[in-house]
């Protein structure tokens, strides 16, 4: 029997990626302003004010809308480049914001209180009170959910609210507790949280030492592997540490996340979008990951077998896991 599909929100770094999802089939392409405002605010990245409005009126053209995300938090004594962020994105006729500031939500609710707001999961809200809570605060239309959660705690949550939830579905995981991470701070003093920039390759280097080709992140080691071995890019959530007689990934693997088997069950348990990691990435990474995901979203809303895909060639290490979703670590 068929049923509403999946929206499809895809990653768009660059104008040049945001028109090849559009035409892959996105349902929604995320995207930000070139500045601290957004988590991916990498050189080379993201949209001028210009470019943000050339990109919107080019998907909207082609039914596709387009979600800004302004999901760091306001350094104190900043937050006019944050409010202007919420304008400009919304003047230039984004769908959505996606938000993840208790003030910087205010600050929307108030100057826009006609406009979507969707949470971020940089708000790391993994409860129904804490999502009925800004939903009732600031008028929040969609969640987008921590990765910490199995299939059947979302279903749990969405029998208690009354707004959108969104999952991520494929790509980069981050360790689980979106909104709080301190590691890229402690070593290289810039954060993903407050500057959108987790690990910069300012702060990256390789050095040949012995066999060993030796990856690190701020003066700190991250990895030591043969020369012969391809070395994780250095973050430290994904590092590679000994403690004890303990040698591995102590905070989390070098694998990438694709739950496509369980966008079924993800369906029954109330989820409404399935969103795609990946700013950062090229066109070419963008286009096959839509396409993909576009015929399973199909595939699924008609009731058919998810087509099988050879996205995990595109995965970090060629390496997949379904992550909290199914808790296998639990």
Known sequence: MATERLEIVCPAGTPAALR???DAGADSVYCGFNDETNARNF???????AEMAVGIAYAAARGVKVLVAINTFPRAGSEALWHRAVDDALACGAHAVILADIGLLAYAAERHPDRRLHLSVQAAASNADAINFYAETFGIRRVVLPRVLTVEEIAAINR??????????????????????SLSSYATGRSPNMHGVCS???HVAYAEEGEDLVA???GFTIHRVPKAVAAPYPTLCKGCFQTGDYRGHIFEDPVSLDAATLMPQLARAGVRALKIEGRQRSRAYVEQVVRAFRRASEAEAAGQPIPKSELWRLTEGQQTTAGAYRKTWR
């Open 216 to 218: 690190r992140l701020g």
């Open 200 to 202: 910069p390759a300012s």
């Open 160 to 181: 208690e609210i009354d707004v959108e939830t969104e999952v991520f579905i494929f790509g980069g995981l981050c360790v689980m507790a979106e909104g709080r991470c």
């Open 20 to 22: 090849t999802a559009v």
């Open 43 to 49: 050189p080379g990245l993201n949209f001028s004010r």
